[in-house]
T-cell receptor
Framework: GDSVTQMEGPVTLSEEAFLTINCTYT??????LFWYVQYPGEGLQLLLK?????DKGSNKGFEATYRKETTSFHLEKGSVQVSDSAVYFC??????????FGKGITLSVRP | ETGVTQSPTHLIKTRGQQVTLRCSSQ?????VSWYQQALGQGPQFIFQ???????GRGNFPPRFSGLQFPNYSSELNVNALELDDSALYLC??????????????FGPGTRLTVL
């Protein structure tokens, strides 16, 4: 079945540091890929998405590229801010339209 | 445009009881999906409703059941509650069109605690 694997956390960075969060997936067919963010006490918000190979999703300075050859969708940001502190989930959506999530990773950004 | 809303926000039940959680879809959306998020884990798909019928189910026992109403709002019912049912329950609505891939918008969730 479909699965998503995220790097182990938590991650603590200083403000303005470079961020990479790794995500790999296993799926049949050609899934769409997503990054969701969850701020404390809130539900999930879509951060960015990519629907086919080599697509790059971007939003709020975050980027991720759909790499079919490595089955990866790593999240990057060039300069993190304290306000980026949250839990980040990688997810895929297959032909049955359900979302399959990774375990999530907590990011803490220090001033 | 009103987003996805869920009620109640928090709920405490005891083992063996039954619970009903409610979700109102975002305006214009016709599909509702429910997810269970245990503490420190990613959300797990429970089931999806489209046009008032179940349209896909995850690895959850039959005591997890649901409904979708003509206005596309939805209920999640859980019978014979177990301690492991303690989790954040998330509802997501979307507008299914021709293409199967459709963005899901999440509500804030209902925190269920089973004692």
């Amino acid at each position: 079945g479909d699965s998503v694997t995220q790097m182990e956390g938590p991650v603590t960075l200083s403000e303005e540091a470079f961020l990479t969060i790794n995500c790999t997936y296993t799926a049949t067919g050609y899934p769409s890929l997503f990054w969701y963010v969850q701020y404390p006490g809130e539900g999930l918000q879509l951060l960015l998405k990519a629907t086919k190979a080599d697509d790059k999703g971007s939003n709020k300075g975050f980027e991720a590229t759909y790499r079919k050859e490595t089955t990866s969708f790593h999240l990057e940001k060039g300069s993190v801010q304290v306000s980026d502190s949250a839990v980040y989930f990688c997810a895929l959506q297959g032909a049955n339209s359900k979302l399959t999530f990774g375990k999530g990773i907590t990011l803490s950004v220090r001033p | 445009e009103t987003g996805v809303t869920q009620s109640p926000t928090h709920l405490i039940k005891t083992r063996g009881q039954q619970v009903t959680l409610r979700c109102s879809s975002q305006s214009g959306h016709n599909t509702v999906s429910w997810y269970q998020q245990a503490l420190g884990q990613g959300p797990q798909f429970i089931f999806q409703y489209y046009r008032e019928e179940e349209n896909g189910r995850g690895n959850f026992p039959p005591r997890f059941s649901g409904l979708q109403f003509p206005n596309y709002s939805s209920e999640l019912n859980v019978n014979a509650l177990e301690l492991d049912d303690s989790a954040l329950y998330l509802c997501a609505s979307s507008r299914r069109q021709v293409k199967w891939e459709h963005e899901q918008f999440f509500g804030p969730g209902t925190r269920l605690t089973v004692l």
